[in-house]
C-alpha cells in the first residue's frame, strides 16, 4: 500500500544544483524514517541521507555540507537538495523509507536492509 515516487532527476553540468523529491503515499505511520541512496552500474547502493523521524538528519561524508535532505511537516515529501554537484554523484536515486525508528546518526540510518519502501529510482546524471 506504501508508495514512494522519486522526481527532479536529470542532468546538470558540474557544479549544478538538482532537487530530488519523493511523494509518499499510503503511509499512516506516526513514525517514519525516510532516506536517500544512489546506486552506479555494478555496485550496492550507498546511503545518501537519512532523516528520522525527530527531523535530525544525517549524511555520507561525500556529500556533507553538499546535500540537504528535508521534509514537508506532514512528512508526505521526501526532498534531497542537491547543490555544487560532482561527477562523482552520477547515480540512480533511490527514496526509502520504514514505520521504524531509526536514529539518524547511527550505523543503521544509512544502511539499505534497514528500509522497508522504496521508490522507482530518479537518473541523476553530473557532466564535467
Known amino acids: 500500500q506504501v508508495q514512494l515516487v522519486e522526481s527532479g532527476g536529470g542532468s546538470v553540468q558540474s557544479g549544478g544544483s538538482l532537487r530530488l523529491s519523493c511523494a509518499a503515499s499510503?503511509?499512516?505511520?506516526?513514525?517514519?524514517?525516510m532516506a536517500w541512496f544512489r546506486q552506479t552500474h555494478g555496485k550496492e547502493r550507498e546511503g545518501v541521507a537519512a532523516i528520522d523521524s525527530d527531523g535530525d538528519t544525517s549524511y555520507t561524508d561525500s556529500v556533507l555540507g553538499r546535500f540537504t535532505i528535508s521534509q514537508d511537516s506532514a512528512k508526505s515529501t521526501l526532498y534531497l537538495q542537491m547543490n555544487n554537484l560532482k561527477p562523482e554523484d552520477t547515480a540512480m536515486y533511490y527514496c526509502?523509507?520504514?514505520?521504524?525508528?531509526?536514529?539518524?546518526?547511527?550505523?543503521?540510518?544509512?544502511?539499505?536492509?534497514?528500509?522497508?519502501?522504496w521508490g522507482q529510482g530518479t537518473q541523476v546524471t553530473v557532466s564535467s
Open positions: 526509502a523509507a520504514d514505520s521504524s525508528t531509526i536514529v539518524a546518526g547511527t550505523q543503521e540510518a544509512l544502511m539499505p536492509d534497514e528500509y522497508r519502501y
Open positions: 499510503g503511509y499512516t505511520s506516526s513514525t517514519v524514517s
